[in-house]
Nanobody, 126 residues
Framework: QVQLVESGGGLVQAGGSLRLSCAAS????????MAWFRQAPGKEREFVAA????????YYKDSVKGRFTISRDNAKNTVALQMNSLKPEDTAIYYC???????????????????WGQGTQVTVSS
């Protein structure tokens, strides 16, 4: 079992930055793929970014490439999402997710993740 707790959301103006953090506890964090998803009102939850267990490989939704950076610290059991140049369309609840058995083909799929945090609200004003 893995427990995930997000923090760092808030209200920011367009063009601003926020840093989200996710603290993990439970089973061996370092062996899990970690990811961020988001869900805007009235929309389905969507993939934002993921990072391999080693931290070497990262994956991004096309619309956030060059603006968002995912990173992890296995010694501290944390994963972060640095969000720069934020846009109003980035407004959503952001969720941290993890799972052990993922591949490049499956890590963008919501239903592939067994463990989820409670979410943190990010609001970008225009």
């Amino acid at each position: 079992q893995v427990q995930l707790v997000e923090s760092g959301g808030g209200l920011v103006q367009a063009g601003g930055s926020l840093r989200l953090s996710c603290a993990a506890s439970g089973r061996t964090f370092s062996s899990y793929v970690m990811a961020w998803f988001r869900q805007a009102p009235g929309k389905e939850r969507e993939f934002v970014a993921a990072i391999s267990w080693s931290g070497v490989t990262t994956y991004y939704k096309d619309s956030v490439k060059g603006r968002f950076t995912i990173s992890r610290d296995n010694a501290k059991n944390t994963v972060a999402l640095q969000m720069n140049s934020l846009k109003p369309e980035d407004t959503a609840i952001y969720y941290c997710a993890s799972d052990e058995t993922l591949t490049t083909a499956t890590m963008r799929r919501v239903f592939e993740y067994a463990y989820w945090g409670q979410g943190t609200q990010v609001t970008v004003s225009s």
